[in-house]
């Protein structure tokens, strides 16, 4: 069965390095996804892609993140300098489509990149 | 704008007892709604949804949900749990291309 798959699986880094987590949504979505959840706390909406921009994202989303989609499978959420806050698991969601179709509206996760910033 | 708010933060529930984790959404467009599960140190993943039609919506691992219109809820239910089903379980409305969650709510489940 068609899979996300996020790398790494788990990332230490430093307070204010530069981080990238990658991930490869399923071959035939068209929409692309980067949620977080801090531990213990609610899955939050960071950012959606659609046709090789942004689409929406929200107010967490600021100008220290950027998501790119540099080839035609993998999808990336970089971070310039890391903060201690920036702590959390980031999800990595695609979907097929919003309109029509047994998929419609489902997010397809991969298993988390959990970041540590030290 | 969509939202969905879970009641409980945390169901304590023993073995082959029934459960109810509640649900309540809040939404301008049409209503998509769904609960994904998420089990200890791994992702989310999808336990149903309800796009239309029926409002009983039947799911994995024996978990079914009700859509009702009228007291904008969408109640997930369980006749008999398993230790197997202690999880965070969360609630979500479909936003404009993207999926709105609620805070989740954890299942205890005991011996």
């Known amino acids: 069965e068609p899979e996300v798959t996020q790398t790494p699986s788990h990332q230490v880094t430093q307070m204010g390095q530069e981080v990238i987590l990658r991930c490869v949504p399923i071959s035939n979505h068209l929409y692309f996804y980067w949620y977080r959840q801090i531990l213990g706390q609610k899955v939050e909406f960071l950012v959606s892609f659609y046709n090789n921009e942004i689409s929406e994202k929200s107010e967490i989303f600021d100008d220290q993140f950027s998501v790119e989609r540099p080839d035609g499978s993998n999808f990336t959420l970089k971070i310039r300098s890391t903060k201690l806050e920036d702590s959390a698991m980031y999800f990595c969601?695609?979907?097929?489509?919003?309109?029509?179709?047994?998929?419609?509206?489902?997010?397809?996760f991969g298993e988390g990149s959990r970041l540590t910033v030290l | 704008a969509q939202s969905v708010t879970q009641l409980d933060s945390q169901v304590p529930v023993f073995e082959e007892a029934p459960v109810e984790l509640r649900c309540n959404y809040s939404s301008s467009v049409s209503v998509y709604l769904f609960w994904y599960v998420q089990y200890p140190n791994q992702g989310l993943q999808l336990l149903l949804k309800?796009?239309?039609?029926?409002?009983l919506v039947k799911g994995i691992n024996g978990f079914e949900a009700e859509f009702n219109k009228s007291q904008t809820s969408f109640h997930l239910r369980k006749p008999s749990v398993h230790i197997s089903d202690t999880a965070e379980y969360f609630c979500a409305v479909r936003g404009f291309q993207k999926l709105v969650f609620g805070t989740g709510t954890r299942l205890l489940v005991s011996p």
């Open positions: 969601a695609s979907s097929e489509s919003w309109t029509s179709g047994l998929n419609t509206g489902e997010l397809f």
């Open positions: 309800y796009l239309s039609g029926s409002t």
